[in-house]
């Protein structure tokens, strides 16, 4: 896989580079960063290459693994919510979607502990939302 990602100039996007970032500021506005979609678009054509290697049974696990792995950390809630979506269409996609209550589940425990109050409140809700 490395030389098949190395051919298509997509190595950055395994190695554990950072991705830059997705705004910049342009006579002091703050605006879109070209390279970041760009980037994006690189990343996911990465995702699609990898996982078009795999099984499906392989695709399930890896996907469902780094759903449930996944975390906010230092990301806005907003990427963290992009890249979550991302997983479960991608699940959806090959026939194995997740259930609502695991996706409740899982996106919420990866907020991580200062959206304690918000989980909270969201796991109260009936029905879930």
Sequence with gaps: MTLLL????LSAHIDGSSPPAETIVVA?????????ASWTAADQKAA????????????T????????????GASSVTEFLRKFKLFCEQLAAIGHPVA??????????GLGPSYEGFSIVIRTIKPAP
């Design 28 to 36: 002091d506005k703050t605006a879109p960063n070209p390279e970041f």
């Design 100 to 109: 609502e209550t695991d996706k409740i589940h899982w996106f919420l425990r």
């Design 48 to 59: 699609l290459l990898l996982l078009s290697s795999l099984t499906e049974e392989a695709a």
């Design 61 to 72: 696990e890896s996907l469902r693994d780094s759903l449930q792995q996944l975390t906010k």
């Design 6 to 9: 190395g051919l298509h100039k």
